[in-house]
């Protein structure tokens, strides 16, 4: 199994940012919010701050734990571990993503994300729903 941790970062105005995965990559050309493999040892805020300086050059502050999925890609089995974060600081440059976007949770029924990613639309989706 591979742990990945994916980020729900909002922004000043309550945006949540989403990114596309770009060709070449598993996933290609759908959404997902932004992550990557956890590494040995790492924790998964550690590696959140990590893999945003990396693939994205920007500072982020995860702050809450909201959500585990396990998902099998064919015979890759893989465990995504959400936390919210806050954006900190620094302008988005993409490395593995080939377009991003800050959305409303409203908004997050517009794009295809990838199933790993969809329990957590749909929490998301819900909390808005109920005022939350």
């Known amino acids: 199994?591979?742990?990945v941790a994916a980020a729900i970062i909002e922004n000043g105005q309550g945006q949540i940012l989403i990114a596309r995965r770009k060709q070449g990559?598993?996933?290609?050309?759908?959404w997902e919010f932004p992550g990557g493999k956890i590494e040995a040892g790492e924790t998964t805020e550690a590696c959140l701050k990590r893999e945003l300086l990396e693939e994205m050059h920007i500072e982020i502050n995860p702050?809450?734990?909201?959500?585990?999925?396990?998902?099998?890609?064919?015979?890759?089995?893989?465990?995504l571990i959400a936390y919210k974060a806050t954006f900190v600081s620094g302008e988005i440059m993409l490395v593995d993503h080939d377009e991003?976007?800050?959305?409303?949770a409203a908004e997050l029924g517009e794009f295809t994300f990838a199933?790993?990613?969809i329990p957590f639309v749909e929490m998301l989706e819900v909390g808005k729903q109920h005022g939350g």
């Open 63 to 79: 702050y809450a734990y909201f959500g585990v999925n396990d998902h099998h890609y064919g015979t890759t089995y893989i465990r």
């Open 115 to 117: 199933p790993a990613d």
């Open 25 to 30: 990559k598993s996933q290609a050309g759908m």
């Open 100 to 104: 991003y976007r800050w959305i409303t």
């Open 1 to 3: 199994m591979i742990e």
